[in-house]
């Protein structure tokens, strides 16, 4: 049982639509199920006929999941000496269907557009509470080390760098 809602009065072939909110319980298994609208579900009306007062909807029960990825992501100036900053901005999107509480994004200097160990580590910024598809803006001014050699470089936007959220796709 997830709850009802009234109908004050409804007259011969008259209907009434009602729209509203349900709360699965957290217990629910994962899996496929139907979920029941009930006319007259504690059978308080004389009906002609009790039969036809159930109709469905199917309704997929799926794991608690959480999938951010970065998005729009920009910055300026986008010709910087060695030892001056840009700002960088753009949004953290969470594709996953539940909220994450908390996460670090980091900001790493590439010779190309793929992390790896010897990409340089230039600071990070915490989005705070993500719903799911929601998005996070990312706000940064970044220094670039002063020993940078003079040559053509990417700012990464790492979600999650530090991997402390479970995610559906790493």
Known sequence: YLGNQSVSSLTAGATSYKTGTVTIPSSTSIGNYYLLFYADY?????????????SAVP???????????ITNPSASPTTVAA??????????????????????????????????VSDVYLSYTTATSISAGSYYYISQTLTIPSSTV?????ILFFAD??????????
Not at 59 to 69: G, K, Q
């Open 83 to 116: 030892g001056g900053t840009t700002s960088v901005g753009g949004y953290e999107y969470n594709q996953g269907n539940s909220t994450v509480t908390s996460n670090s994004i980091g900001f790493y200097l590439s010779t190309d557009l793929v992390w790896d």
């Open 42 to 54: 504690n059978n308080s009306v004389n009906e002609e006929n009790d039969s036809n007062n159930v």
């Open 59 to 69: 309704l997929s029960i799926a794991a608690s999941m959480v999938d951010l990825y």
């Open 150 to 154: 003079t040559g053509n470089y990417y």
């Open 161 to 170: 760098y530090t991997n402390s959220i479970s995610e559906t796709n790493e």
